[in-house]
């Protein structure tokens, strides 16, 4: 009776913080796509619509640049003062987009929201490692990874809807009343913790700065090969960032408090994780962010059907990743999700890519779809608290940071890659529109037969149903 009474007392405290990092990560999660829907009807408010890129760039750029300082800051200052402040410059920024004049100053606003984008989005899962034992740590992840792939096919429909009913100003207005709302359930749920690093030792700013400039340079060189493709002055980019990121990793190896532990990646588990996370970006959103335009082609069906065929995979996505934590917190076996859903979507790309020039019936696309959405959902959010296991509590932000930014590396990776193979083969014909898509899906097969053969030397333990120090 008392151990239960006590389970009751400690589960209304991670309630209270789970509705807290739900609200906080959906807020960071829709601002990444919520102005696709609306760009035509800024331009036209705005002008330069040859501009209009900027204003999506910009958040992406920054959010994926600050990715590993946001975390290093919350190990050293502790979560809830950074993840406050991450909220602050959120809102902030959101109140200037929302009364911006030009895409120009929109886009420098853009650019201060996905800074605090960042802490949204990273330091939930680090506030989760910190109130709850790795065992049921899954249980708590899978929610939050299932808002944010919830909020990537939700967050265009509310801008288009908010631009139609009201004006696009509101995409950004909203974020204010939900904000303070959000900053207000962090100060009340978030312990205040102790900084773990010390605050004494000096901040690893170089470090930083390399790893900013070197994520900016991939974002803009990924970006501009979506566009015109390789091209000597992006060929001469990727190779300055490649060499950028090269001394980056060198520099974070010698450093005594480096922003992203590199160290930390001999550790089989973490690297084996690092790469499980790159093979899910890359294989699940390459993919997603082309099968409407697949739909549409190759089955000669509206914009509408073709937006509806994401709703199986985000099915499939919440489904998994929900099952994989529960199953976890349950047993503490977490090495066979990994296997099975790099197994399940492997199998379901490879039979979209046999099947890719339309002859396939739209229901059974659809639960090939749900099947991709449930392989990767199985293990996305797994493989995160892992990594944290296997690391040292003293580094769990910049870890966490780490794993959201390798992910945030393939879905970019993944987008640009697999739409450059596309591109080279698309033509007006509805049954050969269909066959240019077959090296895509293959392609993602391949990425998910690799992350099969990584989960497969994944080393088995259990992991600790109580906290450790």
């Avoid at 589960?11 to 990092?21: A, N, Y």
């Avoid at 601002?31 to 209009?52: E, F, K, S, Y």
């Avoid at 974002?219 to 060499?243: I, K, M, N, P, Q």
């Avoid at 790099?342 to 696309?365: D, E, I, Q, Y």
């Amino acid at each position: 009776m008392a151990r239960n009474a006590s389970l009751r007392a400690a589960g209304k405290p991670r309630r209270s913080l789970f509705v807290c990092l739900v609200l906080v990560t959906a807020l960071g999660a829709l601002d990444q796509t919520v102005v696709a829907t609306a760009l035509p009807a800024i331009v036209t408010d705005l002008g330069t619509p040859w501009r209009a890129s900027w204003i999506v760039t910009a958040y992406v750029l920054a959010l994926t640049a600050a990715m590993p300082a946001v975390g290093a800051l919350g190990d050293r200052f502790g979560r809830r003062l950074v993840l406050v402040a991450a909220i602050a410059v959120f809102v902030a920024a959101s109140a200037a987009c929302g009364v911006a004049g030009g895409v120009e100053s929109l886009a420098a606003a853009r650019l201060a929201q996905g800074i605090g984008g960042a802490g949204l989005l990273t330091l939930p899962q680090a506030v989760v490692a910190d109130a709850v034992p790795a065992r049921e740590r899954a249980a708590y992840l899978g929610p939050l990874g299932a808002v944010f792939s919830v909020a990537t096919v939700v967050s265009p429909l509310l801008g288009g809807w908010l631009t139609d009913a009201a004006s696009w100003r509101w995409i950004f207005w909203l974020n204010l009343p939900l904000g303070v709302a959000a900053a207000a359930l962090v100060l009340a749920a978030v312990p205040a913790a102790a900084s773990r690093r010390g605050r004494g030792r000096t901040f690893d700013t170089v470090g930083a700065g390399l790893l900013a400039a070197a994520s900016a340079g991939l974002v803009l060189v990924t970006l501009t090969v979506a566009e015109s493709g390789w091209t000597a002055r992006t060929c001469a980019a990727a190779l300055a960032t490649a060499l950028l990121a090269t001394i980056a990793v060198r520099w974070e190896h010698r450093v005594a408090d480096p922003v992203l532990p590199v160290r930390i990646l001999a550790r089989r588990p973490v690297s084996l994780c690092c790469l499980l996370a790159l093979v899910g970006g890359i294989g699940l959103f390459g993919v997603l962010a082309y099968v409407p335009t697949w739909i549409q082609g190759a089955y000669a069906t509206s914009a509408t059907t073709a937006g509806l065929m994401l709703l199986p995979v985000t099915a499939g996505i919440v489904v998994g990743m929900n099952g994989s934590g529960r199953a976890v917190r349950r047993r503490g076996h977490w090495r066979p999700y990994p296997i099975a859903g790099c197994a399940l979507s492997a199998l379901a790309t490879a039979t979209l890519a046999v099947f890719s020039r339309g002859t396939l019936p739209l229901p059974l696309v659809a639960a090939l779809l749900a099947q991709l959405g449930l392989g990767t959902g199985l293990f996305m959010q797994v493989v995160v608290v892992v990594a944290q296991d296997a690391s040292d509590r003293t580094a769990t932000g910049a870890v966490t940071a780490g794993m959201a930014f390798t992910r945030e590396i393939g879905v970019l990776a993944g987008g640009t890659a697999l739409g450059a193979v596309a591109g080279h083969t698309l033509t007006a014909d509805h049954a050969a529109y269909g066959a240019a898509f077959t090296t895509v899906f293959a392609t993602a097969a391949a990425c998910f037969a690799c992350g099969l053969a990584v989960a497969l030397r994944m080393p088995a333990h259990t992991l600790a149903s109580a906290r450790t120090s």
